[in-house]
Structure formats: structure tokens, C-alpha cells
């Protein structure tokens, strides 16, 4: 007797299949026997496969996410070296000739030992100060990013304790440019007290009280720092300034000799237009200060200053003239502070 006995079809391996077997005198036990091992050894691998792919997802979600925090580390790192955009340019000031300006009361890099300043600003990272030949003729050079991006990381220093000498000179600048000259003072009159020397000091307390209108007091203070610094520009045009309230006449000879040793400098030429004025030379003292607009064309002090003149002159039409134009300088370049502009809009409605 023949019997036929068909593998369920689902019963395969991957390897090869069981096809139809055809038994002689043989009982189906075994054959069921060995069709459940079967069955039990597919379902054990098919758990196994199951355990390793959860496995295997779980190392790629570990891999992931060790991915995108190393991403954003570098992100985080990208933002921290990114250098700032270079600092804008302070405002200046722009003053009237009898004003001092503001500059350094010695020659730019040079102490006032002759040595060479010690900046230490915006060195690259690995810049060190220069030790070489060149290093003599200026101060360290400084990395300005926004120039050299190559340079990416950029260090400061604190080079200044709070109560040093160089962060009470900041500080009274900083009052200067404020207006609260009587505040500067005070600070410039406890750096004298132990520095009656320094040129940066005595400048800055002149200036301070020429702001103030304590012009005697002015006076003193610029006639020291000239005796230390003779050659000082600023020092000796504001002095001048000062003298010419009193003796315009001898104050004109000084400013004249002073300008043909530095026929270049605007505020000399400025400041001969004030004395001028004060002498009631009108015509002369207008040529003067279109000389020096002509020098600095985005100086709006100088045209305004002209139609001060002219309207002194009674020359209300070039008086009109002149402040419009200052006006309009004062817009494009001064960002409408250079000048006090209400003032000139009064002026104006009533010359028109």
C-alpha cells in the first residue's frame, strides 16, 4: 500500500524546500516528529531574527544620535569661532576751533619714556608681540578680523585693574565726551596729584577746563603741558583760542607763526578765522574757513561757522546760504548732531 503525504507548503527553509515524499510501509510519526523539530528550529530563528534587528535598530539610533550631538557640538563650536564684525568707528566730535581736540597728547605709539606702546588688543592667538627690528618702529600689530578672516579666534585681555592709572584716564574721557566735564575733572585732578607729568593727563584736564569755562584755569593747564611738550599742536591752538578772548591781536601773530610751521593743519587755520571774526575782519575770516571746509568738506562746523559770520556781516542772504548748507553737511556726514539745529531753524524763519 503506497501512501502520500504532502509537506505543508509554508514549512520551508531558506536554504532549499521540502518537496512531496512518497513513503513505503513506513508510519507518519516520525515524519510529524521531525516536521514539528523543524517547525520549532524556524520559529526559534525567526525570534533571533527579530532579536537582532531590534538590535541592530537600537545601534543605528545609537549612531544617530551620536551623530547630530556631534553635529551640534560643531555647530556650537562654528558659532564660538565665528568673529565678530569689526567694531564701527567712533563717533568724533566735531568742535569749534577754540575746542580741543581729541588726540593724543604724544606722537602715536611712543610712551612717555620713548618706548613703544604695549597694546595688547585683538592679538591673533597664536601672535605673540613682535620681538624682532620691526617691532621698534610702531606699536604690536593688531588683527582685525573682519580684514584678515583667516584669523578666527581673536583673544583679549584685561590689561587695566578697575582703580589703574590707564581705567581713570578711560574714564574721565569717556566724562569728557559725555559733557560732564565737572565729573572728568574730578577724576583728572586725582590722576595729577600723582602723575603731574603726563602729558595725557595734562591735555585731557585742559581740555576739561576749557569745557567748563574755567578758562583761567585752562590757561595754567596748557601752559604746563607745553612745558613739558613745546611741540604739542593741540595744546598750543587751544592756548591760543583762550588767549585771543583777551589779546586777539597777539593771539593772530602766534596762530599765523603757527601755521606756517604746519601749513597742513586745519584747526590752525580754523582758529585764525575765529580771531578774525573777533577783530571784525569779516571777509578775512570767511576765507579762512572756507579753506578749511575745502580741507575737510565733511566737517559741517566750518559752514556753520561761515554763516555765523556772514550773519554777523549782515549778509542775510549768504547768512541763509551757508546754514542751509551746513544743514545739509550736518545730515549726510554728522549724522545731525554736528551742529545745533534747532538754533539754525530759528535763525533761518527769521532771516527768511
Known amino acids: 500500500m ?10 520551508k527553509l531558506k536554504t532549499y524546500s521540502l518537496g512531496v515524499c512518497f513513503i513505503a510501509g513506513v508510519g507518519l510519526s516520525p515524519f510529524i516528529a521531525h516536521a514539528q523539530s523543524a517547525r520549532q528550529v524556524l520559529d526559534r530563528a525567526q525570534e533571533l531574527s527579530v532579536e537582532m534587528n531590534a538590535q541592530e535598530e537600537a545601534v543605528i539610533q545609537d549612531l544617530l ?4 550631538a556631534a553635529s551640534d557640538v560643531k555647530q556650537e563650536t562654528d558659532i564660538q569661532e565665528i568673529t565678530s564684525p569689526a567694531a564701527p568707528l567712533e563717533e568724533q566730535d566735531l568742535m569749534s576751533a577754540t575746542e580741543a581736540a581729541e588726540v593724543p597728547a604724544l606722537p602715536e605709539g611712543q610712551t ?26 610702531g606699536a604690536p600689530s593688531k588683527v582685525n578680523p573682519a580684514l584678515n578672516p583667516a584669523s578666527r579666534l581673536v583673544i583679549t585681555r584685561k590689561k587695566f585693574d578697575a582703580d589703574s592709572k590707564e581705567a581713570r584716564l578711560v574714564a574721565a574721557e569717556r566724562a569728557t565726551k559725555l559733557g560732564r566735564y565737572e565729573s572728568a575733572l574730578e577724576i583728572y585732578d586725582g590722576l595729577y596729584a600723582t602723575n603731574k607729568r603726563d602729558p595725557n593727563i595734562l591735555l585731557g584736564r585742559a581740555t576739561s577746563f576749557q569745557r567748563a569755562g574755567r578758562f583761567d584755569e585752562a590757561i595754567a593747564a596748557y601752559e604746563e603741558l607745553l612745558e613739558i611738550r613745546p611741540s604739542n599742536v593741540e595744546a598750543q591752538i587751544n592756548l591760543q583760542g583762550l588767549m585771543g ?9 602766534n596762530l599765523q607763526k603757527l601755521h606756517e610751521d604746519n601749513p597742513g593743519s586745519t584747526a590752525i587755520i580754523a582758529q585764525i578765522a575765529v580771531i578774525e571774526a573777533q577783530l571784525g575782519r569779516y571777509p578775512d575770516a570767511i576765507r579762512y574757513l572756507g579753506m578749511a571746509a575745502s580741507m575737510e568738506p565733511n566737517n559741517a562746523n566750518h559752514i556753520f561757522n561761515m554763516a555765523v559770520i556772514a550773519d554777523r556781516a549782515g549778509d542775510k542772504k549768504q547768512a541763509v546760504r551757508y546754514y542751509e548748507e551746513a544743514l545739509e553737511v550736518d545730515t549726510l556726514y554728522g549724522a545731525s548732531k554736528s551742529i545745533p539745529r534747532e538754533t539754525v531753524f530759528e535763525r533761518l524763519a527769521q532771516l527768511r
Do not use: C
Open 2 to 11: 503506497m501512501w502520500r503525504f504532502q509537506i505543508p507548503s509554508h514549512f
Open 65 to 68: 544620535i551620536q551623530k547630530n
Open 112 to 137: 612717555e619714556d620713548g618706548g613703544e606702546f604695549d597694546e595688547d588688543l585683538f592679538f591673533d592667538a597664536e601672535a605673540y608681540v613682535p620681538t624682532s627690528d620691526l617691532s621698534r618702529q
Open 245 to 253: 578772548r583777551r589779546y586777539p591781536a597777539v593771539a593772530l601773530i
